[in-house]
């Protein structure tokens, strides 16, 4: 476990497969796993029903307002199921609870830094999105600013921040499930985009919500059950779990404390900010706030969310140390029992746990959410990527706001098809390579782009166009150049030697979001053209309608 | 929105009440989030030693565990605070503000 580094160990937990095994394996290698006959079965149910789920969603999805939101008819319980569903993607089930059983306490501190974004969303965003707001966030931002160059630079913002996470999500399905399936790594990325393509363009919005609340429960509820059968055999005491586990764990004591992942200060806040305010800023979760009807279910959703996550988190705890009693200890499950490697590579710890707790049926059903994950995840980034070319590219900058609705549906479409093509095209390029750095770019993006204009359009009122186009493209820009020229990418992906990187911290996010807010401060305070006047004589508005919901899509009818 | 509605309701005492109070909520709100998350941090940053301790004597089970998930807790009870005055003061005030207003 030496040398793994505290970019290893994040990108591990978001995207844990593809970044654990490009970087050189010290987790193990990928290996194909047998044909795993309950698995398969179970995961040809979960895509009947979700085919079945898209059918009905598809007679439902007739106007942009029910392809892009649901029709607004959402309730909060819902949503919040769904953006935890978003969050709990297979690559933090697998990542997060390999990293408990390999580190113990340090899996807990990625837990938390996850989820610690939420109640920032809840107290700044979410309401006022939804009041403000139709389809995607960028309504929100252009709501008194210069439609065409703010749209422009929010759909760059958001697609560069969706393609991003996509194509990682692609590279770590396609591994997962030759892992789990023992498919051909192509096939299985190609089974992922056409099953994406066809939730997307057909069922909308609607399709993609309830494929991710029925996985959402799925996963949840197989969870428990891990965790449960965990406490049982322990007697539902703590004491015995975790005596037991520093008992046969090779670090013994260790593991019950911070081990040596967050030291460098500077790294450490700006690896947190870059999650928290990533999290405010990714269009995909970002868009689930329309499909709610107003703000208080809006706020009900980010309670719910944030209550499901966590409890998540805790259940992964206890799944991590139950793995490390449980599966570490079991020849059965052990490639080479001298050296402790895992049959399957270092992501298999939950895996392996459910067959231990359950049987091969368990194990079948775990792997089955597992895939089911993958695919409601990447059906949500793909919608709001089409989203993003056909509501605020298509519609908005290149027609100027005079499309009419059926060819607005229509580019979604097309939209929602050469987005999958292109990510079935990316994910099986960048098999061979590390992407994980990419998902922390798009959540660096998120940061530093999307988050700073989102949040001064809401809040400041003398935010002017300038400050927030100039101030959005410095954020984009510096968060993406900064990683380029940081070690991760200047380093391990470039080859340059070790130490020639221009900047040494792996997480920019502290200074690509302070570049982007100070930018949009300046450009703004020394805008003094007409159009400046205007934005800013439209705050007093838009603020009413934020704060009380007046005038709010879908809300009231006056 | 009709810019004699935008003078109405920013005339109105109840908006600039909702206002002040929104506002300042949301952000002490944020920011004991932030100080709870970021004191987490620290401490794991520079005191280990403290995150180290058993929280009994013949416990093998360490401050930090109970800490880390009292965080966690601590996210879930802030957003159930900002929702439950949420949807009683600020809804309560919003409310009166539109009926009067429209």
Redesign the interface.
Known sequence: MRNITLFGLISALLLSVSTVFGAGGDLGQVQKQGVNLSAILMFLVFVGGTLGITYWAAKRTKTAKDFYTAGGGITGFQNGLAIAGDFMSAASFLGFSAMVYNKGYDGLIFSISGLVGWPIVMFLMAEQLRNLGKYTFADVVTYRLEPTPIRSMAACGSLVTVLLYLIAQMVGAGQLIQLLFGLEYYIAVILVGVLMILYVTFGGMLATTWVQITKAVLLLSGATFMAFMVMYKYGFSFEALFTQATTVHKDKLAILAPGGLVSDPISTISMGLGWMFGTAGLPHILMRFFTVSDAKEARKSVLYATGFIGYFYLLIFVIGFGAIVMVSTNPEYLADAAKGTLKGGGNMPAVHLAHAVGGDIFLGFISAVAFATILAVVSGLTLAGATSVSHDLYANVFRRGRANEADEMKVSKYATFALGILAIILGIQFEKQNVGFMVFLAFNVAASANFPVLLLSVYWSKLTTRGAFLGGFVGLISAVVLMIIGPTIWEETLGFPKGSAPIQYKYPTIFSMTLGFIAIWFFSITDKSARAQVDKDAFEAQNIRCQTGIGAEGAVSH | ?Q?D??SK??QHPK?RE??AK?TAF??I??FV??A???G???L???R?DV??TPIADN????I??PL??L???S??I???I??WR??GTF?DL?RE??KD??
């Open positions: 929105m810019p509605m935008v309701v920013k908006y909702l206002l929104r949301s952000w709100l944020t989030m932030c709870i998350y970021y987490f941090i620290l794991v940053a520079f280990k995150l180290k416990s093998v089970i360490t930090g565990i880390g998930v965080v966690i807790l996210a879930f802030l957003t159930g900002y929702t949420a949807n809804d919003t503000i539109k207003v429209q």
